[in-house]
């Protein structure tokens, strides 16, 4: 039995911008089913058809909703195939998906996983889905019955233990050593990895290793020299790559995917 208790909000991260309806199109979908839902837009500037940066920051973000939260994520470049949508509780969330790796780093955490089905959904009229915005047919009006209490997640679908895996590898971590790739780059330039603070606790004097440059760890931006670089734990717990009031990526020419490590230069 699901222990998902809704908290009527539901939280939107897509690839889909801010050009065209489409966002605000699901919004008056969730509004006309459920005119009570507190729907938040995390971000919608994934870019097209990168899943694994959706999945990162919707990870990053959904501890700082209260729990019974609904967390959409939309990028879908499967869209209108035979790709599955996912629907998984985990930490008293719940978390809808296509089943195209989006979520693969928060799926092992999960309390249950299940496969939507739409035929168990019936009795919700939903409209013929098109082949193309599966976030207006689907995954909106679902989430706002979520939301209102009027399905419960065993409704949804039979469990599932089966899932695409991510797109990305998890950090590799030695004695004195992680590696890790870049996942995103915010507005600011700065890259963003996915190694986890955690991971380099232990160490005592960190370096990262970047596109064949190496740099410090700092504490924060004002530690450096405007115009020189810096590692750091960035505020969702992450290293980073930042180059002080400039842009990073711009500067070093490296984008999402690109490797990094980490190395203990305090040990002996």
């Excluded at 005119?35 to 058809?49: E, L, W």
Aim: proline share 8%.
């Amino acid at each position: 039995m699901s222990q998902f208790r809704p908290a009527g909000v539901i939280t939107i991260t897509t690839d889909l911008g801010h050009k065209g309806p489409f966002v605000g199109v699901m919004k008056g979908v969730i509004a006309t089913r459920n005119p009570s839902a507190n729907v938040i837009d995390v971000t919608h500037d994934i870019p097209a058809h990168w899943p694994p940066e959706a999945g990162f920051w919707i990870s990053r973000a959904y501890p700082y909703f209260p729990r019974g939260s609904i967390h959409l994520g939309i990028v879908d470049p499967g869209v209108g195939t035979e790709r599955d949508i996912l629907v998984a509780e985990i930490d008293g969330h719940l978390f809808i998906a296509p089943d195209n790796g989006l979520l693969a780093t928060l799926l092992p955490r999960a309390n249950s996983i299940r496969k939507l089905d739409l035929e168990g959904l019936a009795g919700l009229h939903l409209p013929a889905p098109s082949s193309t915005f599966h976030g207006r047919d689907i995954f909106a009006p679902v989430a706002a019955e979520l939301a209102a209490g009027n399905v419960l997640p065993e409704d949804t679908g039979a469990e599932t233990k089966d899932w695409t895996p991510g797109w990305l590898d998890e950090p590799e971590v030695s004695h004195n050593r992680v590696s890790g790739v870049i996942v995103t780059i915010d507005a600011f330039g700065n890259l963003i990895s996915n190694v986890d603070a955690r991971l380099i606790d232990g160490f005592r004097s960190p370096e990262v290793k970047l596109s064949g440059r190496r740099f410090p760890m700092q504490t924060t931006y004002g530690r450096a020299e405007p115009g020189s670089y810096l590692a750091l734990i960035n505020s969702f717990g992450v290293v980073e790559i930042a180059r002080v009031e400039g842009n990073a990526a711009e500067h070093l020419g490296s984008d999402r995917g690109a490797p990094l490590i980490i190395t203990d230069l305090g040990t002996g």
